[in-house]
């Protein structure tokens, strides 16, 4: 499975930007998918997931209430649809994919069996 990662980029607080990671080479709806990120000198951390169909979400607490991620199975593709964005949100945001046969979101690094490249994120004060 391949998945990259657009739609990052510069934007000043307060502001908003939508993620997306396109998946290839395999059954999409046999995946989970997560997004996480990672800052300058800090490990990789999880801010949302979403089940294979979607009917399950969670989120970091950092981020609840101002990001919202989904899903379009058809067009093999997540989203993470961010406001109010903040200075601390600035890091390199990967998804993240894990096999599975259950409706279960999954939030460890660990636990993913496939990742895309990044896309940067800045959020200027």
């Known amino acids: 499975v391949q998945l990259v990662e657009s739609g990052g980029g510069l934007v000043q607080a307060g502001g908003s930007l939508r993620l997306s990671c396109a998946a290839s080479?395999?059954?999409?709806?046999?995946?989970?998918m997560g997004w996480f990120r990672q800052a300058p000198g800090k490990e990789r951390e999880s801010v949302a997931g979403i089940s294979r169909r979607g009917g399950s979400t969670y989120y970091a607490d950092s981020v609840k209430g101002r990001f919202t991620i989904s899903r379009d199975n058809a067009k093999n593709t997540v989203y993470l649809q961010m406001s109010s964005l903040k200075p601390e949100d600035t890091a390199v945001y990967f998804c993240g994919a894990r096999f599975t046969l259950y409706s279960d979101t999954y939030r460890e690094v660990d636990g993913m069996d496939y990742w895309g490249k990044g896309t940067q994120v800045t959020v200027s004060s």
């Open positions: 080479g395999g059954t999409f709806s046999s995946y989970a």
